[in-house]
């Protein structure tokens, strides 16, 4: 059967392969958007204006994973709305708010790891809340969300376009394991997924916002004109699919096992992203910047991070013990021939703020 | 260290040991007042006149555990809420109401597989939410909740009183694990702990649901008279304790580790359960029924429930593989000298509505 319309969180726990542990990449992109942040619900944010009776405010993390970026996003969020509501209401000895945290992710995700994870109670400013249920959906009540946030999450699309899968099609992926854009066909699929995903992504979150509620949203997508191929990310993924390829010489799986293997993942160009976001009307676009990732990498950074985001999706798909085998593969391939990062094209950091009308 | 203010979950998973596969006893007095909750709410529920813009409607299992009773008992409430907010709008065309139901638990409580085992989104008629924290104390923000329930739950108190562990204490209780009314003293230092519990749990109830709210509470008691001693429950923890002292002789534990184990788990008498709720003034008792359990017992039945609801505790506090053995020599024990129920002083289940004024 081929990889779909299945759903494969971040390697739960906290080994050493665990997310919790191979997530500074992410976490370097927030810290980077955190000051604008701020300074956006300092200055503009309204919706204490339009509820003065607020008792409850509350913010919601969709596809937060297990941690603990989620936790650093969320306080910085807290901080910057509780001094805007103190400025406020400085003379008339308002109660202060409450707030409440809403972690969402699959209902597969790590949600042990997450709550024994979090700030204890007696540190914490805020209700935690966990939300199992894909985000391609409703998962909250309608007008509940004040603030809601999305970090490197759209990039996963609810399941694989099939055609990719079919022989006959002229978007057979062959053993790709992604959307690398060498066959045109291919890149169209999954662009046809990723608009109707979005489409539904930013229904449902106009249905769960309060007029006047903030999504801010993080991710990454491609300048207009830049393959994946030519990308780090792309190369290490077509690396790993070359890889796969050569474990399964020795027999630990088989080439047709790989040619039922498609990430169910799709970066935009830039110019896709903005569409598929102008296209819902229940939003305006109240900042939108993108920006180099800043980070310096490694070969051995971006391959334990690859295997964190992956390691579920290829031992479900090809069975326990390939993982192991497969990323020994990759450390050695790039201790031959490493990635040179200064010879790649970039990708880009989006950071946008959308306001619900 | 003695084993006091932790906090010890119910047995996660799903295997033959797991809470889930080991909790009909439960489950069947939650049967049990199923249609009076149902009737309760749609005669007299006036959340609805209170609120005539509610949109959802909040429900929370106070200590739910990872299922499956807690299902049930949320999916029993919605529909009679739904049949009253039906009858009372049939004619203006007002939206459905939509529901979330918070699972509340302690943070280690297994919510991964309450997640994964809850109805699938396309069947539930609710939003769900996991809220990882203690009873004893706020978990979710000031009048957010409109019916809370409870089942089975606050016998656990916050931590075992710790004149208990004294040698020198005329509370000391031995190489008792349990309050099993034999001392005095020691069964006042439960029942003092029992009430501070219970005025906190209340206390936090009270700030949680809005006017109107209910709060539903199940669980046993000790008819006034009779003595944990005389009950199958208390017979029954007697003999595990026996059976520690039995396999501590074999070198499997010591006699001080016992005597260092003590459960946080006191069950009322009938009159000091009445006068826990009644201090706090906040509620009005709408409805407090008692009936005898009415399931028909087993001595296999009865190790099999408290072995899911005791390993985790005894794990912790005895180490590995003490459970294993433990319960085999339970086992042996009752095989050869049943508990013979018919000879035991019954104890109670009790059926609480208490409205929030």
């Given at each position: 059967m081929p990889t779909s319309s299945q759903s494969y969180p971040m390697n739960?726990?906290?080994?050493?392969?665990s997310y919790i542990h191979n997530s500074s990449y992410q976490k370097s992109a927030i810290d980077g958007i955190e000051e604008k942040t701020r300074q956006y619900i300092l200055k503009k944010l309204d919706i204490l204006n339009l509820n003065p009776d607020l008792k409850t405010f509350t913010i919601v993390d969709f596809g937060?994973?297990?941690?603990p970026n989620t936790f650093h996003a969320v306080q910085n969020i807290i901080d910057a709305v509780k001094l805007k509501h103190l400025n406020k209401n400085k003379e008339n000895g308002v109660l202060p708010l409450e707030f409440q945290v809403c972690f969402n992710d699959?209902?597969?995700?790590?949600f042990n790891t997450l709550f024994k994870t979090q700030p204890p109670s007696s540190e914490r400013e805020y209700f935690s809340l966990g939300v199992p249920g894909?985000?391609?959906?409703?998962v909250l009540p309608r007008n509940s969300v004040h603030i809601g946030l999305t970090s490197y999450?759209?990039?996963?699309?609810?399941?694989?376009?099939?055609?990719?899968?079919?022989?006959?099609?002229?978007a057979w992926n062959k053993t790709?394991?992604?959307?690398?854009?060498?066959?045109e066909e291919v890149t169209k699929a999954y662009k046809v997924q990723f608009t109707k995903d979005m489409k539904i992504f930013l229904e449902a979150r106009a249905q769960e916002l309060v007029p006047g509620g903030l999504m801010i949203a993080l991710g990454q997508c491609v300048p207009d004109?830049?393959?994946?191929?030519?990308t780090w990310p792309g190369i290490l993924m077509d690396i790993i699919s070359d890889c796969l390829l050569d474990i399964a010489k020795s027999g630990v799986t088989t080439v047709e096992k790989i040619e039922l293997f498609n990430l169910p993942v799709y970066f935009p160009l830039y110019s896709e992203l903005m569409g598929a976001i102008e296209?819902?009307?229940?939003?305006?676009?109240e900042m939108m910047e993108t920006a180099s990732h800043a980070m310096q990498l490694t070969n051995d950074f971006i391959t334990s991070m690859f295997r964190a985001v992956l390691s579920t999706i290829i031992e479900n798909h090809f069975?326990?013990?390939?993982v192991d085998e497969l990323f020994d593969q990759v450390s050695k391939k790039l201790s031959k021939q490493p990635i040179d990062f200064e010879k790649c094209k970039e990708h880009m950091v989006y950071h946008v703020v959308l306001k619900r009308q």
């Open positions: 739960g726990g906290d080994d050493q392969h937060c994973s297990s941690g699959l209902p597969n995700n790590d894909s985000f391609y959906g409703r999450t759209t990039q996963w699309l609810s399941k694989v376009p099939e055609q990719v899968y079919d022989k006959k099609s002229p790709y394991i992604q959307c690398n854009n060498l066959i004109g830049v393959y994946m191929y030519e296209q819902n009307k229940k939003f305006t676009i069975g326990d013990g390939v």
